[in-house]
């Protein structure tokens, strides 16, 4: 066990205080990494403001790491010392299932081991990136390609794949209308991702304050949806809706966006959930999807695909000391587009 710098809430409405935490000894498959950047998802705020139910305290979170390998196992064979590397939101899963042998432990039988608040396979509840270090076994370590930063690279091993897991599944690409309704952190590089494979891209925003943006992210078009005048006007207009907002919209409102077979998934995990009717689907053979997060495979196909295309997230990075003002900056839509801790601040 060795002690480690993190940053934890120890209870609720508490604040986020400097804290230290165990890591557990390097086992023969696993990598303790050095982390350099945590990103800040909204998924840490739902979960620590507990809109998702009870938590074990202190809760550390953060599933967005970036780091450097510093120590390695002596059966690892996928990652060396010194390598860049990053660890998204399943730090374990059973390996045996079904779904963990086809690549996609995200939907593991037996429930994937979360990075964070998740009991671990020893009992111990696992502790999350606001910390300055963390071992993880090797199968759930992902190599960060050269080219990008440590820092831009972060939000994607969350906010990347859950974009790119149900755009490459319901088939972005050319000749594809492809819209995504929240331009926040999954959105904003849902809106890259989107764009880099080919598809034409619809931003659907609440306002207007986020029009600048549209054009430098790769969007094709911007819609304000609080006018609504604008979404009656695109009607049966998308192939894909891809749902990102955290919070409880009218889904039957974008149901009606969609064109012939078209799709919307639902990404945004909203406390309060989101209705629909039977009849918005009917009309059009419309499909209602959800989607989790990403494979481990697909994740690191996520990343050599953002490296090639020069993708990574708009950050603003902050020192860990800021959490607390993040997390309401986050909830007001006032970030551009993902806060990322630099862990040298711990
Ligand atoms: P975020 O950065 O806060 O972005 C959410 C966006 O939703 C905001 O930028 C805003 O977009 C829109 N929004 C917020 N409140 C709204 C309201 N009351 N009405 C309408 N729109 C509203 O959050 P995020 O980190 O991208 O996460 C988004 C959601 O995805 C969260 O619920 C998170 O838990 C979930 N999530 C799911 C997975 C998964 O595997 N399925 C993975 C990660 C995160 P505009 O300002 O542009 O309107
Ligand atoms: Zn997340």
Known sequence: MADVAAYALHEKDGGFVPTTIERRDVGPSDVRIAIAFAGICHSDIHTAREEWGSIHYPLVPGHEIAGIVEEVGPEVTSH?????????CMVNSC?????????????????????????????????????????????????????????????LLCAGITMYSPLSHWGAGPGRR??????????????KIAAAMGAEV????????????????????????????VLKGLRSTFD????????????DRYLSLLRLNGTMVNVGISPEGYRARFGSLATNRRSLAGSGIGGIRQTQEMLDFCAAHGIGADIEVIPASKIDEAYDRVVASDVRYRFVIDAATM
């Open 178 to 191: 492809v819209a995504i309704v929240g331009l926040g952190g999954l959105g904003h590089v849902g809106v």
């Open 80 to 88: 060396r010392v010194g390598d860049r590397v990053g660890v998204g």
């Open 95 to 155: 390996r045996e299932c079904e779904n963990c042998l086809a690549g996609e432990e995200q939907y593991c039988a037996k429930g994937n081991i979360g990075t964070y608040d998740a009991v671990d396979v020893d009992g111990t509840i696992t502790r999350g990136g606001y910390a300055t270090h963390v071992v993880v076994d090797e199968h759930f370590v992902l190599s960060i390609p050269d080219g990008i930063g440590l820092d831009v690279a972060a939000p």
């Open 202 to 229: 619809t931003i659907l925003t609440r306002s207007d304050a986020k029009r600048a943006d549209a054009e430098r992210l790769g969007a094709h078009h911007f819609h304000a949806t609080e006018d609504p005048a």
């Open 240 to 251: 894909l809706i891809v749902n990102t907002v955290s919070a409880g919209i009218d889904t």
